[in-house]
């Protein structure tokens, strides 16, 4: 089983950049299709980026395409997301997730193992 902690949540101006890191511990990290969404308060879970296991493919949501980049290092166990062009829109709480399954995965309930999540407020 694989434990999922985030970071690098923070406060943000509109065009701003951050970038969120998602550390995996006691599982097989290179073996999981990895994920990352959001939600808002008494908003539902958003799919926002989907990577497979060894990184070469790649999925984004509309929304977030040509700003957002995901990518892993598979020997540093650690998922990221790179957020350029932030806009206000983009504030959430930002969780990753793992999937055993193969396969980039958009649907939330098909991701077996998720993080506590990161807070990202962008300001206008």
């Known amino acids: 089983q694989v434990q999922l902690v985030e970071s690098g949540g923070a406060l943000v101006q509109a065009g701003g950049s951050l970038r969120l890191s998602c550390a995996a511990t006691g599982g097989t990290f290179r073996s999981y299709v990895m994920g990352w969404f959001r939600q808002g308060t008494g908003k539902e879970r958003d799919f926002v980026a989907s990577?497979?296991?060894?990184?070469?493919?790649?999925y984004y949501a509309d929304s977030v395409k040509g700003r957002f980049t995901i990518s892993r290092d598979n020997a540093k166990n650690t998922l990221y997301l790179q957020m350029n062009s932030l806009k206000p829109e983009d504030t959430d709480i930002y969780y990753c997730?793992?999937?055993?399954?193969?396969?980039?995965?958009?649907?939330?309930?098909?991701?077996?193992?998720w993080g506590q999540g990161t807070q990202v407020t962008v300001s206008s």
């Open positions: 990577i497979s296991s060894v990184g070469g493919r790649t």
């Open positions: 997730a793992a999937d055993r399954r193969v396969g980039i995965q958009i649907v939330a309930g098909r991701y077996d193992y």
